[in-house]
């Protein structure tokens, strides 16, 4: 039996009786209401809240990350700014966090000029408390990517780029980021130029300038398969122990109109940001699912193993107008492992889509201490016209972990009487205890968005280095 959290948060405190085991991936009736912490917004300073990453503090804080809206000038054109919300160990909010009239709330001051949104989608947080955020600023139809530092006491930090912030070239966008052994700032996105996208990759310095050690004037172009697609996008970076990186993304495959389509894409560079040969012989590689005749694939999230493998959470074509989930596992060389996943489609693991559901997008991917590997995804259900979350955790060959919520899955609804219940980033805990954080939508309003924080019980350790969502806990 599958279940949806809000119909069964009755039942938690009587599950607390039980084993370890049956606890593992419920929701934790300690934190919150029942397991869930909302942050409201005021309908002044703030319509709705998306956050993109939750991490825990040394001190047992849970830190939240993403983007907050405020209603703008126009209707339907809202003022997006970067923010960041601190909660308590308990899910309580940390009135003594913030530089706004709601407690807790922390939202970045606009750092590219004239443009009216910008949006964070990762966070990261460094060893003296600073933290780095990455993302957009759009509106007006020149996107420019931007990596902002927010210091331990709460301002932008004037050390970093221009006023604490190091704001990309225009069109050049940006979603992931990483920190290398020596404090250099890796992030990923891509590039556009007329109707090429290219997939990219920069580095800066501890500073925020770009790092001229790195490809070209710290920017390397992944331009896949010589370069003959229109269309490459970097969604997922993870940094190698080496100072290398790892990013991945999908392309774009030319053929017959009828027959275009996108493939998997991940890319190995080196320290200096060229292509590491010794990953699938060029230091990149696009390809699908041999079994599957998907002509939509995509990788969306990263995690690299202590192995060296390369485990990522995608989506594939699985009807007609249906994308499904899928897991799948590359070897430190780049080829595929098929001792992961299904028999049949050995490399890949696509579980099961959640009931009713149209769309299935991951939105994060984390490997727990013991190797096994939780993944979030979002759906939508057009029957009810609304979004949900889906979270799943897959043993370390690829196979769904039943002792994890109800038989290897868990289908939460923060927003039983709402349209958006997006609980779209993963954390861990020191102590093991899994973060959920999102959007929820709890009315039939589409524009006003509580955050949402739920907490799991989890009776295995986290690793000592786990990367989620674009960043790296510690």
Known sequence: MNFRFL??????????????????????????????????????????????????RPDGKLLVGGSRYKRGE????????GMLVQLNADGSVDAGFGNSVIPGLFVLPSVVADQRMQEVQAIRRLDD????????????????????KVGADGELDAGFGMGGVAAMPDL?????????????????????????????VVRLDPDGAFDTGFGDGGVTGIPWSGGDGLWGELNALAVTP????????????????????????????DADGQFDPS???????????????????????????????????????????????????LAADGSTDESFGD???????????APDAQTMTPTSLVVQGDGKLLVGATYYVEADHKQLYYALRATPDGRLDA????????????????????????????????????RSLRTPDWSIGDLAVMRLLNEVPPADRVFADGFELQ
């Open 343 to 353: 028999p049949a489609t050995p490399g890949y693991f696509k579980p099961q889509r």
């Open 279 to 329: 990953f699938a012989g060029t230091g990149w590689r696009v390809f699908r699912d041999p079994t599957d005749a998907s002509d939509v694939n995509a990788i969306h999230r990263i995690a690299l193993l202590p192995d060296g493998r390369i485990a990522f959470a995608g989506y594939h074509t699985a009807d007609w107008n249906q994308t499904g989930l899928v897991l799948g596992m």
């Open 403 to 438: 002792g994890f919520a109800d038989g290897g899955v868990l289908l939460a609804d923060v927003a039983p009487g709402g349209v958006n219940s997006d609980l779209g980033a993963i954390g861990l805990q020191a102590d093991g205890r899994i973060l959920l954080a999102g």
């Open 172 to 200: 050049l966008r940006l979603h992931s980021i990483g920190v290398d052994s020596r404090g250099r700032i890796l992030a990923a996105g891509e590039q556009v130029e007329g109707t090429m996208v290219t997939g990219t």
């Open 7 to 56: 119909a069964i948060a009755a039942s938690c405190a009587a599950l607390a009786c039980t084993s370890a085991h049956a606890l593992d991936g419920q929701p934790d009736p300690g934190f919150g209401e029942a397991g869930v912490a909302y942050v409201v917004p005021d309908q002044v300073e703030a319509i709705s809240f998306t956050p993109g990453a939750v991490i825990e």
């Open 129 to 148: 408390g600073s933290v780095l955020m990455v993302g957009n600023a759009f509106g007006n139809y020149t996107p420019r990517g931007f990596v902002a």
């Open 242 to 269: 080496d100072d290398g990186v790892v990013v991945a993304g999908y392309y774009e495959i030319p053929g017959e109109w009828e027959h275009y389509g996108f493939d998997y894409a991940v890319a190995r560079l």
């Open 74 to 81: 126009r209707p339907y054109e809202p003022e997006v700014r």
